[in-house]
């Protein structure tokens, strides 16, 4: 069972607007989540994280918001850089050892 | 701090053939992870170690998978009998205990044909 979703498999935007990224989960007890970069044929990279207890964390140009009621979280980038240009994958853990991974979604900043 | 590194980073086997994948995690994490990716999907969770200790298996890890990590340092992931359905990217990551985000390796990509 899926149980954290990203439902936007693509998102396209334009050189210094903003990429907004967004993750749905339907696990109750998640209570931390974590946002992954990855570039073809490379790990995933670390991003940003936030536990259920706050509703926003801010690191350089990402943000990520959580709204733990509607059980949805979303990454934003401002201003998009070319280098963004990747898969975003969205994690969850209930526990402080199995994530939870989404689908990922393709990122791709247009000069 | 060299990161997570795996080997090989491609690998290409026949069917039936047994492989081997190692894990090197950053050096002070006493916690060790394996994925596996396969396209379009996000990593799934296989196994994990404290230590030495193998504390969890998913349900994804047949009885042809097996995992060791003999000296709570590096760890291997051996498939044996290889099918066609075990190609994939495998990921390895690691963590401090306690410590929610972990951090990955390269990944082995593994073609069964």
């Known amino acids: 069972d899926q149980q954290v979703k990203q439902n936007s498999p693509s998102l396209s935007v334009q050189e210094g607007r903003i990429s907004i990224l967004n993750c749905d989960y339907t696990n109750s007890m998640f209570d931390y989540f974590l946002w992954y970069k990855k570039y073809p044929a490379e790990g995933p990279t670390f991003l940003i994280s936030i536990s259920s207890i706050k509703d926003k964390n801010e690191d350089g140009r990402f943000t990520v918001f959580l709204n733990k009621s509607a059980k949805h979280l979303s990454l934003h980038i401002v201003p998009s850089q070319p280098g963004d240009s990747a898969v975003y994958f969205c994690a969850a853990s209930s526990n402080d050892y199995k994530l939870s991974f989404g689908a990922g979604t393709t990122v791709t900043v247009r000069a | 701090d060299t990161g997570v590194s795996q080997d090989p980073r491609h690998k290409i086997t026949k069917r039936g053939q047994n492989v081997t994948f190692r894990c090197d995690p950053i050096s002070e994490h006493n916690r060790l992870y394996w994925y596996r990716q396969t396209l379009g999907q996000g990593p799934e969770f296989l196994t994990y170690?404290?230590?030495?200790?193998?504390?969890?298996k998913s349900r994804l890890l047949s009885d042809r998978f097996s995992a060791e990590r003999p000296k709570g340092s590096f760890s291997t992931l051996e498939i044996q009998r290889t099918e066609q359905g075990d190609s994939a990217m495998y990921l390895c990551?690691?963590?401090?205990?306690?410590?929610?985000?972990?951090?990955f390796g390269p990944g082995t990509r593994l073609l069964v044909l």
């Open positions: 990551a690691s963590s401090s205990g306690g410590v929610v985000t972990q951090y």
């Open positions: 170690f404290q230590n030495e200790a193998q504390l969890e």
